[in-house]
């Protein structure tokens, strides 16, 4: 008999509220292979790490009902999620800003919109590694 070899996707919450920037982001991630659940806002997203138990969360800082900084922070604060890597996006804080934000927030990451595909990958799979 010939083994069936099933293959591995490494899952993926995004929690953006754009509709935009989620189909963008959810196109680029799938393309890629990644499985990916998507979320509109912060508590929903919470909810969906909760259930669905990613490899990774990217998500949007600036979102209803729980912001990105509150969504990583429950996350890194769960025993059960505190592994579990977070990208945190952004429009509204830049430059010395965004090192200051990832270390208030715990974030594994955090990356300034508009962004560059390539680039988002490159450090999406770096984390995964």
Do not use: H, W
């Amino acid at each position: 008999m010939t083994p069936t070899y099933q293959k591995m996707f490494k899952k993926i919450v995004l929690v953006e509220d754009d509709p935009v920037a989620l189909r963008l982001l959810e196109g680029i991630l799938s393309q890629a292979d990644f499985l990916v659940r998507s979320a509109r806002d912060g508590q929903t997203g919470f909810d969906l790490v909760r259930k669905e138990r990613p490899d990774l969360v990217v998500s949007d800082v600036v979102l209803p009902r729980l912001d990105g900084l509150g969504l990583c922070a429950r996350i890194k604060d769960d025993p059960d999620l505190a592994s579990t890597k977070v990208v945190l996006t952004t429009a509204v804080y830049k430059n010395v800003t965004l090192k200051q934000v990832m270390r208030d927030s715990k974030a594994d990451a955090v990356i300034e919109k508009p962004i560059d595909s390539a680039g988002f990958l490159k450090k999406v799979r770096g984390l995964l590694a």
